[in-house]
């Protein structure tokens, strides 16, 4: 029995980075832009900027209205539009960007076909820039609308004679208990 346990403990060990999300952008693919502020902590000048500007209800509504979402990592935690990530979900965002080791805090933007655009700043970033940064993404990824996932066609009704109505399928039988294992 101990055996058992601490190969199955082995296995969720190796197992669990890559049952990992690999790509967490990919959400927002097609749907909206991504703005990644990667900051060393929460008291970064740059993210408590750009988060003290999405308070005020107008920048609030042209951030909305570009389709920008806002992750920020501070430190090793991770925030999708002010909601926690997972520990793994914000590491395989950092590695997703691939930015390399840089000093300072990074701001890219992500199209929504994918394609990342770091903004240059001194010090802090204002919304102004990023809204800038967004309206001079080329024509062709303004046009990029997300994908629709089409509705499963309705089966059609078993044909039989009229009024009469179909019996229902009788429950099927349960499985056999598994046999114990033996050590």
Do not use: C, W
């Not at 008291?43 to 920008?68: G, I, V």
């Not at 770091?118 to 204002?126: F, P, Y």
Request: aromatic share 2%.
């Amino acid at each position: 029995m101990l055996v058992r346990s601490l190969t199955f403990a082995t296995l969720l060990a190796v197992a669990s980075p890559l049952l990992a999300d690999d790509a967490p952008l990919a959400v927002d693919l097609g749907k909206s832009r991504p703005l990644i502020v990667i900051a060393p902590s929460t008291a970064d000048p740059t993210l408590r900027t750009l988060n003290e500007a999405l308070k005020d209800p107008a920048t609030k509504s042209k951030f909305e209205e570009r389709n920008l979402v806002l992750y920020s990592v501070a430190g090793m935690v991770g925030k999708r539009d002010d909601k926690n990530l997972e520990q793994q979900t914000t590491m395989a965002l950092i590695r997703e960007l691939s930015l390399g080791a840089r000093k300072g805090t990074q701001v890219v933007l992500v199209g929504k076909d994918g394609e990342k655009h770091i903004i240059e700043h001194d010090g802090t970033v204002e919304p102004e820039q990023i809204f800038a940064a967004v309206d001079q993404l080329p024509a062709s990824e303004k046009a990029i609308v997300a994908p629709t996932v089409a509705a499963p066609a309705a089966e059609p009704a078993p044909e039989g004679k009229p009024g009469k109505h179909a019996k229902p399928a009788k429950p099927a039988k349960p499985a056999a208990p598994p046999k114990p294992l033996e050590d």
